[in-house]
């Protein structure tokens, strides 16, 4: 449920550590949580920005010279932003990806949780829905049309939302208020600026107890329920109207019901995420660092920000010691009339946030782009090594492994193999069919259960050496085949009994 990719761990930081060093109540003279709760009430505004990316080498012995050229171009990247927020459900972004091997113009909006982009290199635009794919465990008993608007409800709490963790934070070590003289979309302000550093250890201490402090806020945390569950009433009303009687959605009228059914999962949810935060990941070690300048106006609110994340790589095998993440922004305009450009998303695709979305999107991508060769060859995006141990067993209807049959030969699960090679699987009952759709290829594969007939992209192909069976409620296959029509390598270690996939 938790991710463990240190990109995720930062962006969930960075957000929260925007919230965090606000806690305070007065320090010479500045509001700070005042500054931080008024941003929140801001329904409309312009702003320009840039994010930066820098990969500071280390040892790169081990590399190849294609994984050296890599990490070269991807040194110093820059995503340059114009945005327009119209309100809390409508903004879009006018900007660019810069990197050593030119730039990728795009312009993004985004409604609610679904982004729509254009992007040069795509042959079409490109719709995400950002909760389609979210494995988010309290939102599984939810009719569908209550997840789909859930985002979007979240967003219109965001005020109440940030209340209660400005309620339960602490207030940090080297903070440092000055007044200065600054411009803002090229105009002289007065400002107060609220600066304060901290290293990885500082922060998650601090995360750790903003957690821990929101979960004993029983009182508050329903309060923000509350709020969540007005805003979906609306939603629940209509969908009763439309004629809906299923019982899942009659039990959501009754609020205090519903509440109570829902306290107990979200508070394990952020339990959860409390015990994530590890002291020993190199977002939180010692020698990470955070630095933040937050510049703040005289009706308490913020008009522009710097920070800067320093993080090591102790166990990075590209070649990478460090990575440097900045980001500057100004504001102006703010509550004032403000018009979020669309994007046209005729003929789109749609996304989830699944393992197939990169694949898909390269498969959209002219060949030659400047996007399509920063995603192969630079990110190396497909890049993929699988190692599956083979117990003998075939594992089980949880965890599938490997296996070798009576034949000798060895076979392995078909859904989990594709999947994590980024492929889709579909399965036909009544044929007993498996379909796997691979967007990185093109091809389709067709496997029938019990037989050991397959077609590739409707063509017959030769026989395979053993039949597509059913076992732990998974199908599995002679695995040198499913990982060959998916265009990838497998090797089986006959010491540790362990098949290694790789994809390029």
Known sequence: MYSKKWTWLISAALVIMMLTLTGCQSIQGLELAKAVQNGANVKSSESKGTLQLELVPGDTSKLSAGEKAALAALQDVKVELAVKTQDSQRLSAEGKIIYSKGSIPFNVAMEGTKINLSIEGAKQPIVIDLLGGADISFLSFLPKAIQEQFGNKLLEIKSGLIELILANT????????????????????????????????????????????????????????????????????????????????????????????????????????????????????????????????????????????????????????????????????????????????????????????IFRVLATLDKQSTLYKMLKNDLQVTKKDINMASDGTGGSESEPLPFIDTNGKLLAPVRFVSEQLGAEVGWNGDLKQVTIKDYLTGNTILLTLDSKLATVNGAAVPELISAATLYHNSTYVPIRFIVEQLGCDVSFNDDTRVATIHRD
């Not at 809906?244 to 009228?253: C, E, F, G, N, V």
């Not at 800067?308 to 095998?317: C, H, V």
């Not at 509550?335 to 393992?355: E, I, M, R, Y």
Request: glycine share 4%; net charge negative.
């Open 170 to 357: 602490t207030d940090p070590a080297n903070l440092a208020i000055t007044s200065v003289t600054d411009k803002v979309n090229n105009e002289s302000l007065s400002l107060q600026k609220a600066h304060v550093e901290l290293s990885g250890t500082e922060l998650a201490s601090l995360l750790q107890k903003l957690l821990a402090n929101v979960l004993a806020d029983e009182a508050g945390l329903k309060k923000v329920l509350s709020q969540l569950y007005d805003a979906l009433a609306p939603v629940i009303q209509e969908q009763i109207a439309a004629g809906d009687k299923s019982i899942a959605l009659s039990l959501l009228t009754n609020k205090d019901l519903t509440l109570g059914f829902v306290y107990s999962p979200i508070h394990d949810y952020l339990a959860g995420l409390a015990d994530s935060i590890d002291p020993t990941k190199d977002m939180f070690s010692a020698k990470a660092s955070l630095q933040a300048d937050l510049f703040i106006d005289s009706d308490k609110q913020i008009r522009k920000q710097n920070i800067a994340i320093n993080m090591p790589l102790t166990k990075s095998n590209n070649g990478a010691s460090a990575i440097k993440i900045s980001y500057v922004s100004e504001s102006w305009n703010l509550n004032k009339p403000v018009t979020a450009s669309k994007v046209d998303t005729s003929g789109a695709l749609q996304l989830k946030p699944d393992a197939t979305a």
